[in-house]
């Protein structure tokens, strides 16, 4: 089952980024849901989708993100045309870099301040449109979350009347934009304003009434991060949690560049429930699915978890214009398949991936191979 609306996906549209140092076209192009969703569309009845979308209110995004960062994305983009900046959107001029602002930092004092306090770099740029399409994403992404709650106590049933094996758990997905593994509880980046993935992690973790089967206490969730850059916001949001265990394969030598080692474990109560697996540049579809597979078993069904929440990026491929591993689209339906054979409830959430040509195969190549 697949959740979208095009408030979101097509909506925020920044004009342009930085590449190597020079202006390109927006990579994260409001196109890219479109052909994904075209070619699910095309798979005859395999998929059902939902433009419905359920208002959950302010409450779970503030669990994720704080106040201050929430409300200056909410008015930035007014504030900064009013200050005179340009109609094309808020990005920084001066980002208070460590090495900087060590010595303790004053209180922005403008829009063109706090746009270098409330983003890491240069790919994030804030539109007319962004926070209302950012909000929109995030709400799709908990609507697909609640879905997710009554097709697993469904699947639950259906095991224990023997109409249905572990074997064929049910997924659902939001097809969604902004993506948001970059944004951590108060900073954008990497195309990322609010983290869709971790606000719908947090709220199955809040609901009260859901309890899990393996301990009785809330629902035990693993985050799965497939995209080709490491999750440094889901990890940031997470870092101090035991629960959701936050798992990511990524490549250790391009962007977001400082998070995503190895070394990088949890910290507090959180310790050993952060695992990154970098890797290297050039990983081919069975160094890729090896890994994957070894990481279910090692530390993904260990968990116990009773959903499994997975940021689907196919910026893996091997024609991604901003990427470099060597993924094909015979490998899509590999990876899906191998996150089905977990058993448990999935809901994926759409990252990265920006061949337009390959989009919709790769992300529809995971999603069919999931469904066995
Ligand atoms: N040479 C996502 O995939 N620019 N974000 C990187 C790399 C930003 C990627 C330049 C890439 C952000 C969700
Ligand atoms: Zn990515």
């Known amino acids: 089952k697949v959740f979208t609306s095009t408030l979101c996906t ?189 606000i719908a992690a947090q709220w199955l973790i809040d609901q009260p009434g859901l309890k899990s089967k393996a301990d009785g206490g809330p629902k035990r969730i693993v985050i799965l991060d497939i995209d080709f850059h490491h999750g440094n916001g889901t990890q940031e949001i997470f870092y101090t949690a035991a629960n959701p265990l936050y798992t990511s394969l990524h490549s250790i030598d391009d962007y977001p560049y400082f998070t995503g080692s190895a070394l990088e474990k949890g910290e507090g109560e959180g310790l050993g429930f952060n695992i990154n697996i970098p890797m290297p540049q050039a990983t081919t579809n069975d160094d890729y699915v090896e890994t994957l597979d070894k990481l279910i078993k090692d530390h993904v069904i260990p968990f116990k978890p009773d959903y499994v929440l997975v940021s689907l990026g196919v910026d893996t491929y091997k024609d991604d214009p901003i990427a470099g591993f060597l993924v094909t689209s015979e490998g899509y339906p590999r990876i899906g398949n191998s996150i089905r054979k977990i058993g448990v409830p999935t809901l994926f959430v759409q990252e990265g991936g920006y061949c337009i040509e390959k989009l919709g195969l790769n992300v529809g190549g995971i999603l069919l191979g999931y469904m066995g």
């Not at 094309?88 to 270098?116: E, M």
């Not at 929109?136 to 697909?144: C, E, P, S």
């Not at 009554?150 to 758990?169: C, H, I, L, M, Y």
Request: proline share 6%; with cysteine; charged share 25%.
């Open 10 to 198: 097509t909506m925020h549209t920044p004009a342009f980024e930085f590449l190597s140092g020079s202006e390109t076209h927006f990579y994260e192009s409001p196109d890219r849901p479109g052909v994904i969703l075209k070619y699910l569309e095309s798979q005859g009845d395999a998929f059902e989708v939902t433009e419905r979308v359920e208002d959950f209110g302010p409450g779970p995004i503030e669990r994720v993100h704080k106040q201050d960062f929430l409300d200056y994305l909410k008015t930035a983009y007014e504030e900064w045309i009013e200050e005179g900046g340009h109609p094309n959107g808020v990005l920084p001029g001066t980002i208070p870099h460590y090495k900087v602002a060590r010595l303790g930092k004053l209180k922005a004092a403008n829009c063109l301040a706090k746009s270098g306090e409330y983003c890491f770099d240069l790919s994030a740029v804030i539109t007319k449109d962004t926070f209302k399409a950012a909000w929109n994403a995030a709400q799709v992404t908990l609507t697909a979350a609640k879905d997710l709650v009554r097709a697993a106590d469904e699947f639950e049933q259906s095991v224990e009347a023997g109409s249905a094996t572990r074997k064929n758990p049910p997924g659902l997905y939001a097809l969604v934009r902004p993506p948001g593994h970059h944004a951590q509880s108060d900073i954008c980046g990497g195309y990322c304003y609010l983290n869709n993935l971790a």
